[in-house]
């Protein structure tokens, strides 16, 4: 049965301290070994990674089938968020940085739409994803805190190559001008001047 999300996020936790735990082994060799059966491994998944996205682009491109098996195909195994990082890791990922991160603006647009905010790419840079935060001005602080955590992880699960996601709040909008009454505009005046 395949793991849920969660779990695989998991198991990425447990094999990054793995790795951290080998290359701290004492014996040079046995290091060097295990290293270069670790490389060896992750080429092999990395080229069976690249033939899996070879099938389902030829796929997309060939003849119609009228139902969208194709497509479907590419878009499940992009969906995939376990796949997605592999594809990530090994440079094969189809979608540009930027596009998934508006794809994870999109995504978490409805639960910012819930409570009157909105998200916008700024742009990026490097590493950093600006992203202009629009709340109502009925938001509270701690609610406010919620859209910009859920903004932050959203992108980052999208692009984990995004170090940092910066958060900007949107300047308010001006508050309507109030007219002057005409009769506040001779109020001080001499009773001359009237």
Not at 50 to 75: F, W, Y
Not at 93 to 102: A, G, I, Q, T
Not at 135 to 147: E, H, P, T
Not at 165 to 180: G, H, K
Request: glycine share 6%; aromatic share 2%.
């Amino acid at each position: 049965m395949p793991w849920e999300d969660h779990e695989a996020r998991e198991h990425v936790a447990r094999t990054e301290q793995l790795l951290a735990r080998l290359e701290t082994l004492p014996d040079n060799a046995a290091r060097a070994h295990a290293m270069e059966a670790l490389q060896a491994l992750v080429e092999l998944y990395g080229e069976c990674l690249d033939r899996v996205m070879g099938h389902a682009a030829s796929a997309s491109r060939g003849p119609a089938t009228g139902d969208g098996e194709d497509i479907a195909l590419m878009k499940a195994l992009l969906s995939d968020e376990l796949v997605s990082h592999l594809l990530l890791v090994h440079d094969l990922h189809p979608d540009s940085v930027e596009s998934r991160v508006r794809q994870a603006l999109e995504d978490v647009r409805p639960n910012l739409t819930a409570h009157g905010a909105d998200a916008e790419l700024l742009g990026l840079e490097g590493q950093v994803a600006q992203v202009r935060l629009h709340a109502s001005g009925n938001s509270c602080q701690s609610s406010a805190a919620r859209l910009e955590l859920a903004v932050q992880e959203a992108v980052t699960r999208a692009a984990p190559e995004i170090a940092e996601v910066r958060v900007v709040a949107a300047e308010p909008p001006p508050s309507p001008q109030t007219l002057i009454p005409v009769a506040d505009l001779f109020r001080g005046r001499p009773a001359a001047a009237r």
